[in-house]
C-alpha cells in the first residue's frame, strides 16, 4: 500500500480548524504539516477547498437484524457500503442475546454475518435475558470479545423488554467493569396498553404507532433508566433519544455530574409527526420507535444539542424495504399493513447522515464545525473505546479520512443509495455538502460515486473502556 | 341522645382559630356561638383552656390485614378503640383484591372484619390484578359501593406489585369516573435484586431492610407514577411519602398543575436510620415500608409540610408484634427472625399521631394550629370524599370533635396503648399536649383514659369524590 | 344597631362550605347555626339561593395618590364606595414617605386623606428614603401605628426607586418585627434604558410602555427581590406579578421554605397585550405597570393560582380619568398624550374583582369557591395582620359579610361604576355572579345598587404581625 | 531562529493524546509526525516521559494596576516571567476606563505600560463610565484596537460600579459587535451595607471581608447579569465564579441555550474560608473578590469543571505584598491594617495555575488531560478571539509549547516565585507535576528554572471575535 498524501485540505477535529498536508502511511497518520515533501512513490490527493474530517462513527446500527418476524434489508456487505458513502468509516453494530442462550452465541453468531463488511465495525450486545451467567458473560465480552457496551431495552414486553431488576444487575456489572449499558427508554408496558386499546378501537393505520408511544412515556424511562443507573454507578448512553422530557431527565442529571450521554438521530433533527398523515401505508416508512414528534421536540433537540446535552448523532440505520417485492415480506414494512402494531420498526438512514448534519447543523442551526466532527465521529469514539484510533485525525491514528464538499449541492434520492431498501426518509431533499472520497485505513473506498472498496475488507475493532466522559 | 355543649373553647379548623360555644345535636353540629343558651336537657363540656378540633382522619391504615404469611395484629375493634384515643374518628382502611378474584369480594371480606369497628370507616380497595373485569369492578365500587380510591402498588414483585400497564389502566378508570388512585411507590424488582443479593452475601439482620431499600427507587417510582398518572389524566395520592427525592418530584410535578398529592407519616418525621443499629432483633421494630431514613430528608419532609408539597399525615399503622406470645407467630416481626426480608413490615401509629404532631410540628417546627388540622383531618377529608362529613367543625358536620389539652405533657409508652401490638416506635417520649376527650358523631367515647364507646358503633363511610384538590 | 339574622345562605369560607344562619350583633359574627332563632327585635335578611362570603378585603390600592405630576382619581369616598359595591369591606392602601421627610409624616397625611373611607381601611407605607432614621420610624410604624407592612420600588429611579442597599436594610428592620416587605419587582434602570431609547427613536405612543418593560426584568428584580429577602431574613411580599419569569423565582423559593407571597390583579389574569393595538390613545387606559402580558403568561398566572404560587389576587387600583374633563388633566391619560413615558401608571378595578374572579375563576377555570374566598379575602388578611378580624366569617370575627348571587349575569360598565373614574378595563364584558347585598361590621351598606353606607364610617385597621404564612 | 524539533512528546491538546515529534519553524508549528527528519540546523529537545502542551492561556490578570489608592505588585515585566514559568504563554490583562474619561485613553495607557511584557498579551477594558460616547468607543476598540471584550463591575459603587442600564448598553453594543461583556457579578450595595455595618460594630479584622460578601449576593448578581444579557442578546462572561448559588444560575441558563460562560480560580478549587481565622492580620493574604467560601461550594466547583459548567480556569492575578518593605505601602495589604474594607482585593497566583490544575484537577479529582488543557488554554482562547492562534497545538498555530513532567514532584514557595509579591496562597504545598520548558512563538523562554526570555519581547495579541460558543 502506497503512502498517501491528501494535500491542501481544511483539517477540522473535534477542536482545530486549520489547512494541511496529511501523510498516510501502513494504515495510520503518519505526519501532518505544511507542504510535506511528496516521493514519487506517494499518491497524491488535492483537497484545496475541501474540508478533511475524520471518518464519521456511528454506534448505532442495525444490519442484517431479526427482530420478530421481520429481518432489517442490508447485509453487512450493503450497509458498510452504503455507510461508507455516507462517509462513515466505524460501525458499532448490535449482537442479540437470545433467551436462554448466551450473548457470547449471539456475538459468534454476529460475527458471521459481519464477515462481509467494507467498514470497521465494533460489536454491542443486546441483552434479553440477564442471568447469573450472562453477567458472567458480560465480563469475558468486555476483557476477551472487546465488547465494552451492551444494549437493553425498556420497551417491547415479551420480545427484548427486560425488567428494571435485570437493567440494575447489568449496569452493576457494567460498571465496575469499564463497560457501558445502553437504554432503549420507553414504557414498554404503558405502551403495550395503548397498543391494545388502539387496535380494538379499530386503529390500525401507521399513524397510530405514533398516538401509542406518547412523549411523556420515553421521558418516564429516561429518568428511570438514569435513576437506576445512579444506583447501580455505572455510566448510561440512551439512544434515539427524541423527546423534550427525555432531555430535560438527561440535561438535570448531567448538571448533576451523573455519567449519562444520549444521541439523537438525524431523523428526528429534520422531520416531525406530520409524515404520519400521509395518505395510505405510506405512513409507515416512518414507523420506527420513538416515533417522530412534533416540531416543538425538535427544537429542543437542536438545543441540546447546542448546549452539549446530547452529545452524539447516530442513524439507527434499521431498514426494511417499502415493497415486498424484491427481497421478500419479511424484509417489508408490508408486514404491519393493516395492523400498525405489526409494521416493523425501523428505518434507513446510515448513508445520509454527514450531508444532512452538516446541511442542517453548520449551515442553518449554527453549529460549529468543530461540533458536527465531534457529533458524529470524535465523541461517539470516545465514550464507545474506539479512541484514539478512530474519531480523529492525528498523528497515529486510523487514517480514516474524508474528504468533503463544503459548497456542492444535490439530492438525496433512494435510487442512487447503495443500501437494500427501496426508499429514503428524505427523498427529494436538497442538500449542501457531499461526501467526494473516503480512506479506510489509508485505503480509498470511495472515490465520488465510484465503489473502490470491497466486501470483507472491514476489520472488527476490539473496543476498550466505554462511558468515560 | 342528649344534645351537648362544648363550652369555651379554642376551635381550631384548617383556617380558623376562635373561642366559641359548641352545639351538638343528632349526630351533627348544630350551632356554634358565643354564650349559647343551655337547656336543661343540654349536657356541658367546659372546654376553657383546651384546643377544639375536629376528629382526626387518618386514610392509611391496616387492620386485621393479611400481608403474606402475616396478619396485622389489631382487630377493627382494637384499632379502631386505639385510633379514638389517639384523637382519629375517621379511618380509611384497605380493602384486598385477591389475585384471580374481583375486588368486590375483597370488600365484601373487608366489611364482614370492619363489623366491630369503634370509629367511622371508609374502604380502599388494593388491586393486584388488573383485568377488563377488575376495571369494571371499580366503576362498581365507586359508584354503588362508596369507594372512591384504589391502591396499587409498585413494590412487592410476586406478591402486592402491579406493572406499569396496570397502574396505568387503572389509572384511567379512576381519573374519568371521580376517583383517584394511591400508590406505594417503590421500585419492586431492583429492590427485589438488592434483597436477594444481601441474603446472598449473608446479610440478614434488620438493618439490610434499610439498605436495600434505597430512597433512589422511591425517587424514580414516585417520578414514574406521576408521569403514567399524567398520561392518564388522574389524580394521583402517593402514599408514606419519606423521601427527598421523591419530595422533589410531587413538587416539581405539582408546580406544572399535575393533580398529585402525598402523605408522609409520623414515623418519618420524628424517627431516623440510626434505629436499625439497635442490637440484636431489636430493629425489626422499625422494618416498616419505605425505611427509616437519615436526616437530610427528615429535614426535606419538615419542609414539605411547610411548603404545602406535601399534603396528609397519615400513620401507616400496620402492626406488627415484637413478641410472638401472646397472639402467634403469624402476627409477629419473629416470622423474619434470620431473614430480614420475612419481617413483615409495618408499625404500629394509629394512637400517637395527633400528640406528636402537635408536639413536634407545632410546638418546636412551627407548623400554625390551622396547619395541624388541616394535615391531620380537613385535607385528607377533602382528598378523600369525606368532606364536609368529615374534616372540619362547621354547622351540618358530623360532630367528631376533639378537646385537647396543649399544656399536659405525658410520656408515651406500649403499656397504656390501646392497640394488641406490643411495642411503640416511639417508647418512652416525652411529648406536650393530650387527647382529653372525643366525640363521635355527638357521641363522647373518650373521657381522659376512659373508654367511653363500643364496638361496632363505627359507621362506613360511603365516600364521594376523590383527588379533587 | 339591631341585630341581624341572614338567613339560609350557603356560607363559603376558604374552608368550608355549609348552609347556615348567620347572627350578627354588636359589629361581629355571634353565632352561626341551623334555624337560628329570630326574636321581634332582629333584622332579617333572607340567603336562600345566594353565595355568603366574608367582605373581600383588597391591599392594593391606591387612593388620592400623587404620583410624580398626577393623582389619582378617586378620594377616598368615591374609591371605597366602589370597593363596596365590588364586594370588598377592608382595603390596605398605600401612604408615602416624601424623600427627605419621615414616613410617619406620610402615614399622618394618608390618616387625613382617608377620614372620608366608607370601609374599613389600613395603610402600608411607601419607603423612598431609607435612612438610618426611617428605619427607626419604621420600628415605630409597626408598634405603634399597625402599619406592618412596607413598599419599596425597585422600578422608576430618580421618582420612587430605592437602591438594593436601602431594600436590603428596609427588609432586615422589617423581618426582626415581625412586618413584612412589599416589593415592586422591575429592574428600573434598565427599562429606564429602553424608555429612553423608544423616545429617541420616536416612539411615543401607549404600546411602548408595554415594548419597554419586558418581564424578563420582571423576572429578574422578583429574583433579585427574593434573594436578598433571604439575607435579610424578612417575609417578603411581590405585588402585581404578571409575568411567568416572576412566578418561576417565586415558586422555587416557596419549594424551598422562603417566606415569599405574591399577587396578581384581574387585569393579567383576563385580558392581554393585544390591548396595546387599539387605534389612537385608546391604549393609554391600560397604562399601568407591569403592563399587559401575552396569553402564555396569562396561562401561566392561573396555574400559579391553581397550585398555590400565588396567593392573593388584589387590584393595584389606581384610576386616572381617560378624558381630561372634569376632574384635571392632573387626574388624566392626558399628560402623557404624546409621550408614553408621561402617561399616568395604573388603571381602576376596585369594584370588578371579586365578579371578575367568580366568573372567570370558578365558572370557567375551575377554582373552588373557597379558593376564591381565599385569594380574595383570607389569604390577604392572613399576609397583613387582619386576621381574624376580617378575612373570615367565624364567631368573634367582624361581621363583614357579602351575599352573591352566583347566577345573575350582567354586563361591566363604567357608567355604573361608583369611582370617580370614566372607564373600565372590563367595559362590555358580560359577567355571571353580581354582588347583592354588603354588610360592614353588621351595617347594612350596599343593598342591591342602592348605597346605605356613608363617607367616614370606615374605621382605621391596626394591622398586627405581617408575613406569617 | 532556527528551527526546533521536540522529539518524542506525549502531545495533549483539548481533544488528542498521542506521541509525535512537533517542527516549530518561523514562529509556528510546521509539521508533526513520527519520527520527523532533523537535519543539522533544527535544535532538538528530547520530550520523552513528558507532556507536550499549549502554552496557558490566562484571561484574568492585573498587572501594575491601580486599583484605589493602591497599586498591584507586578509590573508587565516581572508578571509575565511569573506567567511563563507558570506555563502561560498568554494573558489577557485589564486595560481601565476612567470616569469622565475615554476607554481608548485607558487602553493607551495599559500599552505604555504593557511594553515590558515576556509574553504576548491581549486587553480587555473595564468599563466605568457607560457614556453614548462609551459605546461608540467600544466599537471602535473592536475594530481598530483588536479589544474585543470588556468588563464591568457589579460590585464596589462609587468606585468601580456601572449601574444595570449601564451593564445593559454595554451588553448591546457588544452583543452586536461580535464582543463579550465580562462582569464581576456581585451584588455591590447590599454588601457595602453589610460593610459599613461591620465597621459600625467595630469588626475591622480580615475575617469580616469574607462575612461580608455572602454567596448569595454573588448568586443574585450572577443571576441578574444573565438575565440582562438575554435581554441584549449579548454573550456574557462571569469571572472569578466561587459559589455554588452562581454555579446554579449558570447552568440553568447554558441548558436553555444562553450564551454564558463562565471561569472560576484555582483558590476557590484548593482553598476554603478556613484560612480567614489565621491568626493576626494573616487572612489579608486571602482577601480576594470574591472571597473564599465553604468546601460545599468547594465541590460544587469541581462539579461544574466536570459537567461542563464551567469553561475557564483562570487565576485573577493581582497581587499585593503581605509586608510593607521594599515596595512600598501603596503595594501592601497593610493599607487595611485596621480596617478591612481598606485591604487591597486580590491576591498572586499567575505562576501556579497549571501545576495546581494538573495535580488536583487530574491527579486527584479525575479530569481527563484533555480537559486540563481545555480548561487553561483551548477554551479561553476560543472564547476571547485567540484561537487558533493560540490555544492548540495544531500546525499553523504559534509555537506556544509547554513541556510539563507529570511525574516530578515539588514544593510551592513564595521565595522561588517570579513575582514581586512576597507571598504565595500556597506556600508549603506540595504539588506533582512541572513546568519544564515552555517555548513563546518557537523561542525557547523558560529552560528548567532557568530565564531564557527577555522583557519586551511579549506581542500585544489583536483578538478577533469573543464569545462565540
Redesign the interface.
Known sequence: MAPIVIKNGR?I????????DI?MEGERV?????D?PVGPDVEVHEAAGLLVVPGGVDVHTHLDWEFGSARSADTFGTGTQAAAFGGTTTLVDFADQKRGQSPLAGLEDWHQRAQSSCVDVGAHVILTDVTDQTLEDMKTLIAREGVSSFKLFMAYPGVLMV????L??AMRVAGSNHAMVCVHAE?G??I??LIEEALSQGHTSPKSHMLTR?S??E??AT??AI??S??AQSPLYIVHLSAR?ALVSV?EA????VPVSAETCPHYLFLTDEEYDRPGFDGAKYVMTPPLRTQAHQQELW?GL????LQVISTDHCPFCFQEQPLGMKYSKRLGYGDFSKIPNGAPGVETRLPLVFDGGFRQMGL?LNRIV?LTS?APAKLFGLF?KKG?I????DADIVLFDPGETWTITASEQHSRVDYTLFEGRSVTGRVKKVFLRGQLIVDGTEWRGREGMGHFVFRGESG??
Open positions: 483539517i477535529t473535534a477542536v482545530d480548524d486549520y489547512t494541511a501523510l503518519q505526519t501532518i504539516g505544511r510535506i425488567d428494571d431488576a435485570g440494575f444487575r414504557n408496558p404503558v403495550q396498553a406518547p411523556l412515556m421521558g418516564e429518568h428511570r435513576r437506576i445512579e444506583l422530557e440535561a448531567r448538571d448533576r455530574g438545543r447546542r448546549t452539549g446535552n460549529s465531534e470524535t484514539p480523529t492525528a498523528v497515529g491514528s468515560k466522559v
